[in-house]
């Protein structure tokens, strides 16, 4: 038998390119074997003899320009030794517009080189000095004009990659060129089953490599891009429909509807009608608790859309059938909500065995780090005994000593906050696999719950219940309007005053601290840090101590607070003994209050689109008119604006989930970053390809359907274990 040859996208790049070549690649770029440099792709292309427009260079990043030299001056340094050479390049644009400056010191080959008319790609960072655009000691090599080129030549798009400081495009195109000409693309396995990419004549591996780095043209590198779409996209949507089949085939105790139990009687003492939908998601859920096999399903409603009560519905139906169920919540304030809001459902039904409760009823019980002594002793008895049905809790239900009776559902809230192995671990202390609802408040683009919760099935609540108050949202910008200051806690005391309830966020607790790592979902665009920012300490001795909130009883809420005093302040402002409350976003999911009316978010920008949305859904929860108060500081077309004007035009959170996603650019979808920056996706974007995804999802259920082990597709499956390493296939299983 011979020996397995490592794959050849395995090689370390210096059997390929040597060591300088490769020490800098790994060094720089992170870049350490032949697959990885070969799937570092070009951020765009220029055509040959296409100038940069310098009007639309960013400020203080690395840029790479093609540029025309306009002049190249060289004097001697005054006040040290040698020479400063001053070179001047446009974009032919109009004459004396549309320039930067170039310093270099020292440089004896610029001044030799950069003559005027002289084409060159320079890379650096972008600075001002006396109001004009400089790069400092950029490096740069000269291109020649299109005349140097035959006819062919002078059609081949030039690639530009992402380049850092240290290691420019150039450098790096020189590289990959090696690499492609001494790569044996015979040894690299194509995910691609041979019958799709002819049947949607797609490039070969080699061509598309081949392509994307040195294009023939644009429409070459058009269809090369295409290509690697869908290999990304079948890739994610194979291991997703996997994911699937293995749930579908694990064996769980079926929980059907029993008649004349709990459930029963829950639905005859509700004083509303469930809303359509509702009934419809609860006909959906009752029948996949029914099944022998674990149901996986997400839930995702608007703010107030009801949520709560059709998981209620389904803890009822497993109760009934005699299994627990299990609440998972993120934090101990809105475990505590979600446990008196239950028990307030629920009446006597929740106090069974108890007196004054119903006999045939059962209990719900609160699991939380602060519950202690012979308080935590007995609620771990009643889960134990069966006596508990519904435990509700935080990470505490992950503890050894917690042992159920028979663990029949998981409800997870807000999984995102939630790391996969803490799921897992819950479900591990079941019988059988239990079944799983997850809810989010967070409402997720089609493209985006097809690509990172596609293992889950997904119901929708849109439709608000009956009697709903509408919450108005306005932006109010401080710089243009500086009267509203004060006119923000009249406003306040206007909703004190008629006996209602204010909330004030806050992006962080004290001037000596950042933003609250427990809650603040980081957005703020650079150069922004050392704007002063709200706290809430800083903020509620402000309001104390200001005349127009005399006597108005003010508390405060934030992520550093232990448990006891978080809890005893939440409840101090449910049963209204607080009128105002000053908090970080502990109270941005969950919490309850539907006496509160007005929500003021204070420096407002410092917050992402879904996580203002989810703000503003505490307020406006009852009869009563919801007010928020977008505030900020920001000059008007300041881009971080664009978020609150998104926030203030609707209160559908679909649509902003979908503006949410364009303005943070996707972030890493597959991993723990929530917003902007880099995405562990290639070229796959999920606001743009929903056509490739949605396809690439019927073929990856064909692949699965014919073959669950990928024994036939052994290079499909590789590319699964290569492209989603252990840590990013386990967070598709996030929901």
């Known amino acids: 038998m011979t020996e397995h040859l490592p794959a050849e996208v395995e090689l370390e790049l210096k059997r390929r390119l040597g060591q300088r070549s490769a020490s800098a690649l790994e060094k720089h770029l992170g870049l ?101 655009l400089t790069l400092t000691n950029p490096d740069y090599v000269l291109l020649e004009d299109e005349t140097g080129f035959d006819a062919v030549e002078a059609r081949r798009p030039v690639p530009l990659y992402p380049a850092t400081a240290k290691l420019s495009s150039w450098r790096i195109k020189a590289a990959v060129e090696a690499l492609l000409d001494v790569v044996d693309f015979s040894r690299i396995e194509d995910p691609v089953p041979a019958d799709i990419a002819i049947r949607d004549r797609l490039y070969s591996l080699e061509d598309a490599y081949q392509q994307i780095h040195r294009p023939q043209d644009l429409e070459s590198v058009a269809k090369a891009q295409e290509r690697f779409r869908y290999q990304e996209a079948l890739i994610l949507q194979t291991a997703l429909a996997r994911r699937r089949a293995q749930a579908a085939a694990e064996e769980a105790t079926a929980r059907p509807h029993r008649r004349a139990g709990l459930l029963e009687r829950f639905d005859a003492s509700l004083p509303f009608t469930l809303t359509g939908g509702q009934q419809e998601v609860g006909a959906t859920i009752a029948a996949e608790l029914a099944e022998n096999h674990p149901m996986n399903r997400l839930l995702q409603g608007e703010v107030g859309s009801g949520k709560t009560l059709v998981a209620l ?33 629920l009446g006597p039904l929740a106090e069974g065995g108890m007196l004054g409760g119903d006999e045939n009823g059962t209990r719900v019980v609160l699991l939380t780090g602060s519950v202690v002594g012979s308080a935590r002793r007995s609620v771990l008895r009643d889960i134990n005994s069966n006596e ?26 807000e ?38 919760f596609g293992d889950l099935e997904t119901s929708v609540l849109r439709e608000l219940p009956a009697g709903r108050a509408p919450i108005r949202t306005h932006l109010v910008g401080l710089v243009e309007n500086p009267g509203w200051a004060d006119r923000i806690w009249a406003r306040a005391r206007e909703e004190v005053d008629a006996g209602r309830q204010v909330y004030v966020v806050c992006p ?177 974007r999920v606001i743009k390809d929903e056509a490739v995804i949605e396809h690439a999802r019927k073929d990856a259920a064909a692949i699965i359907e014919h073959d669950a082990q990928l024994g036939d597709y052994p290079e499909l499956a590789d590319a699964i274990e290569q492209y989603l390493n252990p840590e990013k296939e386990a967070f598709l299983e996030r929901g």
């Open 32 to 132: 350490s074997t032949v697959g990885e440099l070969l799937n570092y792709f070009p951020r765009r292309y220029l055509k040959r003899g296409e100038l940069t427009s310098i009007a639309e260079l960013p400020l203080d990043e690395n840029v790479t320009l093609v540029a025309r030299v306009v002049s190249c001056t060289t004097r001697r340094m005054r006040a040290r030794k040698g020479i400063l050479t001053d070179v001047v390049v446009s974009d032919d644009s109009v004459r004396g517009l549309n320039q930067v400056h170039l310093t270099f010191f020292n440089a004896y080959r610029a001044d030799k080189e950069l003559l005027p008319g002289t084409l060159a790609m320079f890379a650096g960072k972008v600075t001002t000095y006396q109001r004009q």
């Open 313 to 345: 519905r389904a803890m009822l139906q497993v109760i009934d059938a005699g299994g627990q169920a299990v609440l998972m919540a993120p934090t101990e304030v809105l475990a505590g909500q979600h446990y008196e809001s239950i028990r307030r459902m």
């Open 388 to 413: 508990a049905g519904i435990v509700i809790g935080t990470h505490a239900l992950l503890s050894k000593e917690v042992e159920y009776y028979d663990l029949g559902l998981i409800v997870v809230d």
């Open 415 to 452: 999984q995102h906050r939630f790391g996969v192995e803490q799921r897992d671990q819950l479900r591990a202390q079941a019988i059988k696999p239990p079944h799983l609802l997850v809810m989010t408040a967070t409402p997720i683009p089609r493209t985006v719950a097809m690509t990172v």
């Open 508 to 684: 962080k607790i004290g001037d000596d601290e950042g933003e609250d790592p427990a809650s603040f979902e980081p957005t703020a665009d650079a150069g922004e840090e050392s704007r002063p920012l709200a706290s809430v300490q800083r903020m509620a001795e402000f309001l104390a101590e200001l005349p127009v909130l005399s006597g108005v009883r003010i508390g405060v809420l934030h992520g550093r607070l232990d448990s006891a005093e978080k809890n005893a302040t939440m409840a101090a402002f449910t049963e209204g003994r607080l009128d105002l409350l000053v908090s970080t976003t502990v109270i941005e999911v969950g919490v309850d209050v539907p006496n509160a009316t007005m929500m003021v978010i204070l420096d407002a920008d410092r917050f992402g689109i879904s996580q203002l949305h989810q703000l503003r859904g505490r307020v406006g929860r009852g009869s009563l008119l919801g007010t928020c108060l977008l505030v900020t500081s920001l000059e008007p077309g300041h881009p971080s604006r664009e978020r609150l004007q998104a926030v203030e035009a609707t209160t559908d959170g679909f649509r902003l989930a979908q503006d949410d996603l364009k303005l943070r650019r996707e972030g890493d979808i597959l991993g723990s970053s929530q917003s902007g920056g880099k995405s562990t996706l290639k070229l796959l």
